[in-house]
């Protein structure tokens, strides 16, 4: 009976001693895609190619500020609006609005 456990028990182990090692090696292959799409993201950043956007709705219109210099960067009354006069200002660069008063969420919406 025990020479039947012995190899259970040590075939079970090294079962879940692969698992574990193929769990780890998602893991590690998923922390270096994201840290990959980060680096993309402050190299964006720090050559102007992306601006990030403050948002705030005044008389149905959605005003856009560059939220590090506060200056005016475009309005619109819907996100197409705004994607088209932003790329008519900015042209080749990408916005992000990452900062917006409880009216303005509605251009997500739009």
Do not use: Q, S
């Given at each position: 009976m025990i020479d039947f456990i012995i190899p259970v028990f040590v075939g079970?182990?090294?079962g879940v001693m692969i698992l574990q090692a193929i769990n780890i090696y998602r893991a590690w292959?998923?922390?270096n895609e994201t840290d990959h799409e980060v680096e993309e993201f402050v190299d964006k950043l720090d050559n102007q190619k992306i601006i990030i956007l403050e948002?705030?709705?005044v008389d149905g219109q959605f005003m856009c500020y560059n939220i590090l210099t506060k200056e005016f960067v475009c309005m619109g009354r819907n996100m197409?609006?705004?994607?088209?006069?932003?790329q008519q200002r900015y042209p080749g660069r990408e916005a992000g609005i990452v900062k917006e008063d409880p009216v303005a969420q509605q251009l997500r919406e739009a």
């Open positions: 079970v182990v090294l292959r998923e922390f948002v705030e709705a197409a609006e705004v994607a088209e006069r932003f």
